[in-house]
C-alpha cells in the first residue's frame, strides 16, 4: 500500500492543501527561484500545476509532495516524484524539488529528496529514477550528488521543453541516475 503522507525527521511530506496556493504562487514569481526555468510563472500556471500534481497522485499514488516544516512554516516547496518520460523519451521518472529562498541553506531539500528515493524504490517499486538540471544549477546537483544520485558520463541532453529560442542557456541538461540494485548496495552500506 502507498503512503502519500510521511514524516522524515524534520518535515512533513504531504498533499497540497487549498492554503499552498499563494506560497506556491508566489515562490515561482521570485526571480532567485526561478534563476534556471523558463521565467516566472504567473499565477494560473501555478494553480493549474497544483491541479495537475492532485491529480496525479490520485491516479497512480505517488508524485510531488507539498513540504511543511511543522514548527516552522506549513509549506516552504515541493519534492517527490515525476513523470519524465516526455523528457527522456523513454519510460522514467524524476525527483525533483522547489523550495522557496528564505528555506534554503538549511538541507530540506536533501531529506525530502532522501525520502523520494525511499518512497521511490520501496513503496512504489521503481526500478530507476534519475534527475536532470542545467549545468549551471550548482545547488540542484549538489542535492543530487548528497542523495546519491550519479552524473551520468555522456547523458548530457537537450530539453525537449525549453523554448531554444527564446532561453539558449538554459537547454542544455545534465542527467543524474539512481539504478535499484545500485539503492540496495548503499542501505546495505548504511545499515
Ligand atoms: C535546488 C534547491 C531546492 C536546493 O536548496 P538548498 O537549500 O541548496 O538544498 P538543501 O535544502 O538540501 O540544503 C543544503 C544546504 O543546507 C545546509 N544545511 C544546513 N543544515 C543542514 C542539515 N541539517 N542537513 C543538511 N544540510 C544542511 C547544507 O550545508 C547546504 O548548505 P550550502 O548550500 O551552503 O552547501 C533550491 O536551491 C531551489 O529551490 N532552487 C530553485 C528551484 C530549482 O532550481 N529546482 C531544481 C530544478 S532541477
Same mark, same amino acid.
Given at each position: 500500500m502507498t503512503l502519500p503522507e510521511v514524516r522524515t525527521e524534520r518535515l512533513l511530506l504531504r498533499r497540497w492543501r487549498e492554503e499552498d496556493r499563494a506560497p506556491y504562487i508566489a515562490m515561482n514569481q521570485d526571480p532567485a527561484v526561478m534563476e534556471h526555468m523558463q521565467g516566472l510563472q504567473s499565477p494560473e500556471i501555478s494553480d493549474?500545476?497544483?491541479?495537475?500534481?492532485?491529480?496525479? !497522485?490520485?491516479?497512480?499514488? !505517488?508524485?510531488?509532495?507539498?513540504v511543511e516544516v511543522p514548527g516552522v512554516a506549513p509549506f516552504v516547496g515541493f519534492t517527490g516524484l515525476w513523470p519524465a518520460t516526455h523528457v527522456l523519451g523513454y519510460e522514467s521518472r524524476e525527483t525533483g524539488w522547489r523550495l522557496a529562498r528564505q528555506h534554503w541553506g538549511h538541507g530540506y531539500a536533501t531529506e525530502a529528496a532522501s525520502e523520494s528515493l525511499r518512497f521511490g524504490f520501496e513503496d512504489i517499486g521503481f526500478d530507476e529514477i +534519475? /534527475?536532470?538540471? +542545467?549545468?549551471?544549477?550548482?545547488? /540542484?546537483?549538489?542535492?543530487?550528488?548528497?542523495?546519491?544520485?550519479?552524473? +551520468?558520463?555522456g547523458g548530457d541532453f537537450d530539453h525537449p521543453r525549453v523554448d531554444a529560442v527564446a532561453y539558449p542557456h538554459i537547454v542544455r541538461h545534465v542527467l543524474y541516475r539512481l539504478d535499484r540494485p545500485r539503492w540496495e548496495a548503499r542501505q546495505i552500506r548504511r545499515s
Open positions: 493549474a500545476f497544483i491541479d495537475k500534481v492532485e491529480a496525479h !497522485w490520485d491516479e497512480h499514488g !505517488w508524485g510531488l509532495w507539498a +534519475v /534527475s536532470f538540471t +542545467v549545468p549551471q544549477n550548482t545547488r /540542484s546537483r549538489a542535492v543530487m550528488e548528497r542523495i546519491g544520485l550519479e552524473y +551520468v558520463e
